[in-house]
């Protein structure tokens, strides 16, 4: 004898009756990880640290609030050249700049080469 479940809660209506395919999916995909020979040598590569005062300022920037209070950005990079625009997003080590002027054109600069970021003419606070 089978016990049905007891509704925790009632709602007059007609009763809904759904249909759930059911997909069987049997995977047999076998992954083997090749062993490297031992004459291989490793290529080795340094990536950059980005800057922890621009980390900080980027993080402030990159939240709802500051993508709208923070507009428009002076990006001064490495080698003395700056770019005016508004952050469109953050991604790892990549920034994306909408380029003021272009409203099609997206720059991506690199985190560790931005030197500062500068908001209505002063250097954007980390706090």
Known sequence: MSRRPIPLM????????????IVDDESTSVFVKEESSSNSKELAIEVPKINPTIQRKLNKVQTPF????????TFKLNEGEEVFGIIDKIEENV????????????????????????WRGKSLPEK
Request: proline share 9%.
């Open 95 to 118: 920034v994306m700049i909408h380029v003021n002027g272009d409203e099609d054109t997206i720059m991506a600069v690199a985190s560790h080469d931005i030197v500062d970021i500068i």
């Open 10 to 21: 009632f709602i007059a209506g007609p009763p809904i009756r759904l249909r759930v395919p």
């Open 66 to 73: 500051g993508r709208r209070v923070y507009q428009p950005l």
